[in-house]
Nanobody
Framework: VQLQASGGGLVQPGGSLRLSCAAS????????MRWYRQAPGKRRELVAG???????YSVASVKGRFSISGDNAKNTVYLQMNNLEPEDTAVYYC?????????WGQGTQVTVSS
């Protein structure tokens, strides 16, 4: 199983980006999929997640701005990021879990700067 993250880039404050996490197989196989991020000099942190049962959650700092969703036909999970702030600058990673085994994507850089 492989996860391929994409969609990062440079955006001005207040702008939007949509990150994609494409799985090599069906996302139905995953018990959960998440987005994490790691800013320079900081620990990797959870951003948002979605479970196989459809439960969606996100951390307080991104609520109302970021949303996670999945497209089963495309085997892809998305992170829609709106109203981006400089504090959102980080490398974003997608993560998935199947039968207690974890899988990580390679990360995509998001830079929010004017």
């Amino acid at each position: 199983v492989q996860l391929q993250a994409s969609g990062g880039g440079l955006v001005q404050p207040g702008g939007s980006l949509r990150l994609s996490c494409a799985a090599s197989g069906s996302i139905f196989s995953f018990n959960a999929m998440r987005w994490y991020r790691q800013a320079p000099g900081k620990r990797r942190e959870l951003v948002a997640g979605i479970s196989s049962g459809g439960n969606i959650y996100s951390v307080a700092s991104v609520k109302g701005r970021f949303s996670i969703s999945g497209d089963n036909a495309k085997n892809t999970v998305y992170l829609q990021m709106n109203n981006l702030e400089p504090e959102d600058t980080a490398v974003y990673y997608c993560w998935g879990e199947i039968s207690n085994r974890e899988y990580w994507g390679q990360g995509t850089q998001v830079t929010v700067s004017s």
